[in-house]
């Protein structure tokens, strides 16, 4: 028998509160050695550096500087495989040849950051012709 599913919850709260800096420094390691698997991948097969697909910029892979690093863009409005935030997905799977698999399928947007926060996600093609209307408009 072991504990109740209350006693057992109170005990993973006070193991985690007691080792959470340790927990904490683990994780990220585990993530930043996954990020360093794949920026190996991406430079293979880009090169260490590449271009915005939209404005032609020179930018990097996890370069820790915003200003000089690829931002993976959701191209198809979200019908990718990872919905959420590209780079976390990629802080939790190793390139395996399955994850490779799974990332190549999404066919994400090569952008800098700037161009990526310009571009809205859904309904882009739709807003983008009614922005062109709009600025050509007197
Ligand atoms: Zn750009």
Request: with cysteine; charged share 30%.
């Amino acid at each position: 028998m072991g504990l109740n599913p209350n006693k057992r919850k109170r005990s993973k709260k006070k193991y985690y509160k007691k080792h959470s800096e340790e927990i904490k420094k683990y994780t990220e390691n585990y993530r930043q050695k996954r990020l360093k698997e794949w920026k190996t991948y991406f430079e293979t097969n880009y090169g260490s550096k590449t271009n915005c697909q939209i404005c032609n910029k020179l930018i990097g892979f996890f370069t820790g500087d915003s200003t000089t690093s690829v931002a993976w863009d959701h191209k198809n409005g979200k019908s990718e495989l990872i919905k959420g935030s590209p780079v976390g997905w990629l802080q939790h799977h190793y390139p395996t040849p399955e994850n490779i698999a799974i990332w190549e399928s999404c066919k994400f947007g090569i952008l800098c950051h700037q161009c990526n926060r310009r571009l809205m996600t859904f309904n882009r093609i739709h807003w983008l012709k009614k922005a062109i209307k709009y600025a050509e408009s007197q």
